[in-house]
């Protein structure tokens, strides 16, 4: 047996020997480079390409059964954008992906008191621009079935008129906004459905573990940690 001494991955705080052919599939490229590129804020330096296979698995499980899809949490659109195009969403007629965010930003006060001292704030010089909102929309333009819903949640989760979810995305950076929105919409998630938590496994994101691995336990579950640092919950039948 051989086997190379360099890793097949090594990013955004995972590095790998196991296989990783998906990084040369033309497909996965053309749905990953669409979900990278975002006008002026595209972000050359970010290398999430094992966040962003993980989610399109999310993605085709969600696909199985009935329901729309949710991100809390957008920013440019790399993950929702990867999928709208390796799914072909635009032709999905029967199904809407919501995507809500700020567009400018962590709302602070949203923060508690470990988060801040962990000084997750400092999200926001990266995430702060007036641009975000009018790139993503043009970015999304073609998907007819895209909808963008600015503002702070949980205060915007009533827009969302989903009556079903299959596939909900959390990746809001902190505690607060991100339990809110997974117990609105829990009980509108399908059976088979997936949650996809960004951040579950981030050292920095201690205090959404602890808050994730208390929500998940009140329903019987447990949260799959991932060394991507995501997590992924499915609703059982
Ligand atoms: C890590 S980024 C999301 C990245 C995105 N999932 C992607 O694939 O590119 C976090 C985003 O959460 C948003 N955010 C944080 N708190 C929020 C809240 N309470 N309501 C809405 N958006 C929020 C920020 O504006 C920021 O754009």
Not at 104 to 126: C, F, M, S, T, W
């Amino acid at each position: 047996m051989t086997e190379s001494n360099q890793p097949q991955y090594n990013a955004d705080g995972l590095a790998t020997f196991h296989n990783c052919e998906f990084l040369s599939d033309p497909r996965f490229q053309n749905a990953y480079r669409f979900g990278m590129q975002v006008g002026t804020l595209r972000r050359l330096d970010l290398h999430i390409e094992w966040r962003a296979w993980i989610a399109l698995w999310a993605a085709e499980q969600a696909l199985l059964v009935p329901g729309d899809f949710v991100e809390c949490g957008v920013h440019t659109g790399i993950l929702s954008g990867t999928i709208a195009h390796w799914t072909g969403f635009a032709k999905r007629a029967d199904r809407t992906m919501w995507l809500l965010d700020t567009f400018d930003g962590l709302p602070e006060e949203q923060l508690n008191d470990g988060e801040r001292a962990i000084g997750l704030q400092a999200y926001n010089n990266d995430y702060r621009n007036q641009d975000t909102l009018a790139q993503v929309t043009a970015k999304f333009r073609d998907y007819p079935n895209i909808r963008i819903v600015p503002g702070a949640v949980p205060g915007t989760l009533a827009q969302v008129t989903a009556e079903r979810v299959a596939y909900l995305s959390i990746d809001m950076n902190m505690a607060l906004p991100e339990i809110a929105a997974a117990t609105h919409f829990w009980p509108k998630l399908s059976p088979g459905g997936v949650v996809l938590l960004d951040d579950y496994n981030w050292m920095p994101h201690i205090h959404q573990k602890r808050a994730f691995d208390a929500f998940a336990a009140e329903r019987g579950l447990r949260v799959l940690g991932l060394p991507t640092g995501q997590g992924i919950l499915i609703k059982p039948p």
